[in-house]
């Protein structure tokens, strides 16, 4: 027998090592988020074999096993594939004003509701000690423009 053939062996050996060391792929640098993500991408290479493009991202700081980082909407459709261009600054930027004057509104409108709620027209269910559904005084127009009628209980 002649070993002119590949050794089929050496190169499973070879390959089943190599599955263990970390990979030294370099990929184009596509953004940041305000969160500090950094996102990369290869492209898909159909000549090499590769036909899917591959997107991941950097989290800041330490890389850890914890994948409980944030990520925005806007690069988290795009890491999927749900888009095909990285999303611009602006865009972000934009998105994060009405992410932020969202949570504003919400504690202005939780504030009206927390003063003009009151506590005693809570009733609580003797049977299982929970309280009943919260009832706040709200008027509706019956006509559009005529005048309110006030809601009874």
Do not use: C
């Amino acid at each position: 027998m002649s070993n002119n053939g590949r050794p089929i062996i050496r190169i499973l050996i070879q390959n089943f090592l190599n599955s263990f060391r970390p990979r030294q792929i370099k990929g184009d640098y596509k953004g940041e988020d305000y969160l500090g993500n950094k996102f990369y991408e290869i492209k898909a290479d159909p000549s090499r074999g590769k036909r899917k493009t591959s997107r991941w991202y950097e989290p800041p700081g330490k890389p850890e096993l914890d994948y409980g980082h944030e990520l925005t909407a806007e690069w988290e459709s795009w890491l999927r594939g749900r888009r095909q261009d990285p999303p611009t600054q602006e865009e972000l930027l934009k998105n994060l004003a009405i992410m932020q004057m969202k949570k504003k509104n919400a504690a202005a409108l939780e504030g009206k509701y927390e003063k003009s709620q009151d506590h005693a027209s809570i009733k609580h269910d003797v049977a299982t000690g929970r309280a009943a559904f919260p009832r706040y005084d709200e008027e509706y127009e019956i006509m559009p423009g005529s005048k309110p009628i006030k809601q009874k209980d």
